[in-house]
């Protein structure tokens, strides 16, 4: 099944301008969320949609601007978490009069898939924004209104979701789940008379608007020639928002939950430094390049010198893109390649690296590799996340416990065991695991708020008892 962890916006101007401009740039913002594919789509014509960087379509961009000339779109870059990354599962989907553009996932898509008639999926070709869409048009043909239908839709459907649609009609809308798993914002520009609702607020900025206001969970918002509408399809207050957003997924100039990104992840730095003060090393550093807030906030509680003994190769063909977020492993890997270890700063160190989070260990062995090449005394590698033990199912992208650095293969371990078993196979001299709780004083949301499903198993938040698959099985790779 294809699900999504991606970059979604929404864009209306009631001065009439043409949107399309400001939509290239809002997903250019996001491009962190998402590397595989983008697309854009307007009223009453099929989507546009292509393959790798928005940028990669520089010389189009005149073209698109032209060709699908609108006050009114939506658009998405795709970070695919299971399924393969092709043009027909790149985003947004059309279905009937409605364009659909969906962050998240949805857990229960074969459950869903009955209520629009049933199909025969394959995890290589079926997609579950498709299935949503197909719900939720037929809800809407039977209720008249999109408020209604999502009331509906939400107790049929299990997972994580922010939709932003885009109806023939020229109306545009957001919708973001009842727990609040991926980050929504609305923003607005004052010279274009224009509202935008993305996924981070980096994008808002991108486009010279002002960040208003998180997206309620459990609120869809209208945008129309009658300005800005907003209702409530579900009243649940309790929230999950995921922890994964604070540490890499999100742009660290984004807001979220009232909180700055580089600001949180500097404070986590800060609050690894009492949990693990290494006192006896001589040298901080970052994986570049989510981690260097916290490194910087590490270095700075604990007195130790800061410094970048990591460079990204950015001119290389994958040296810019974020690793984690490839879907393959041997673009993961030669992503890794081009993090380059400065000798001279490294040599004859005591190293403590810090890295925003550590999933397979493929990043993480190399890293390690590549420091003691270039001479590190003592390599302490202190991780800004939990240990992620279990598959993610609200749209982040390691669905297979077998995949995890962390998999013990049915062996019972103390949480002292298994982290000893991760650092052996890394190669470090010392590894140090964040906490939940620790991770969410930080940042400022307590830890109730917040999901942890990935390292606690606890699936309550989703509502689910989940399988457990082989990557094989979840991605057909």
């Not at 279905?95 to 553009?101: F, M, N, S």
């Not at 609702?197 to 945008?223: N, Y």
């Not at 196979?425 to 620790?438: M, P, R, T, V």
């Amino acid at each position: 099944m294809v699900k999504e962890n991606c970059g979604v916006v929404g864009i209306f101007s009631l001065s009439g301008t043409n949107v399309v401009p400001m939509a290239i740039d809002a997903l250019r913002a996001l491009q962190h969320r998402g590397q595989e594919a983008w697309g854009i789509a307007i009223p009453n014509k099929m989507p546009l949609k292509r393959l790798g960087l928005v940028t990669a379509a520089s010389s189009e961009f005149k073209k698109i601007c032209d060709d699908y000339s609108s006050h009114s779109v939506i658009g998405h870059v795709r970070y695919s978490t299971m399924g393969r990354s092709t043009l027909e599962n790149a985003q947004p989907l059309k279905v009937k009069d409605l364009c659909i553009a969906h962050n998240g996932t949805i857990a229960n898509v074969q459950e869903l898939s009955n209520l629009v008639g049933g199909c025969s999926f394959t995890p290589q070709n079926a997609s579950d924004t498709l299935v949503a869409a197909q719900r939720l048009v037929t809800l809407i043909s039977e209720n008249g209104g999109m408020g209604k239908a999502l009331s509906i839709l939400k107790n049929e459907m299990i997972g994580s979701y922010c939709f932003t649609f885009i109806s023939d009609d020229n109306s545009v809308y957001a919708a973001r789940d009842p727990k609040g798993f991926r980050p929504m914002v609305l923003g607005y520009k004052l010279s274009d008379d224009t509202y935008i609702v993305a996924s981070e607020s980096s994008a808002v900025s991108a486009v010279g608007a002002k960040l208003q206001r998180d997206v309620i969970p459990g609120e869809l918002i209208k945008i129309s020639k009658n300005g800005l509408e907003t209702e409530r399809f579900s009243n649940d207050t309790s929230r999950a928002h995921c922890s994964f957003e604070y540490t890499y997924f999100a742009h660290p100039s984004s807001n979220m939950e009232g909180a700055n990104i580089y600001i949180s992840r500097k404070r986590i730095g800060k609050f690894l430094a009492k949990k693990f003060p290494i006192k006896d090393a001589d040298l901080v550093i970052p994986v570049p390049d989510s981690a260097r807030p916290a490194a910087l906030g590490y270095a700075q509680e604990l007195g130790i010198t800061f410094d970048e003994g990591l460079i990204k190769d950015r001119y290389s063909k994958k040296g810019p893109l974020r690793s984690f977020i490839e879907p393959h492993q041997s673009d993961r890997i030669e992503i890794n390649r081009w993090i380059i270890p400065i000798k001279e700063i490294i040599e004859g160190k005591h190293v403590v690296v810090i890295d925003d989070s550590l999933v397979r260990g493929t990043s993480s062995k190399a890293i390690i590799q590549a420091l003691r090449r270039a001479g590190a005394k003592k390599i302490s590698m202190v991780i800004t996340y939990p240990p992620i033990k279990y598959p993610c199912y609200a749209g982040i992208d390691f669905p297979s416990k077998d995949e995890l650095a962390t998999f013990t293969n049915g062996v019972d371990m103390t949480d002292e065991q298994m982290t000893e078993m991760v650092r052996k196979s890394i190669g470090a001299d010392f590894l140090g695991y964040n906490d939940a709780k620790n991770l969410a004083d930080a940042v400022g949301i307590s830890s109730d708020s917040m999901c942890f499903t990935c390292s606690s198993g606890n699936y309550d938040s989703l509502g689910i008892t989940p399988e457990f698959k082989t990557r094989l099985e979840m991605k057909g790779e």
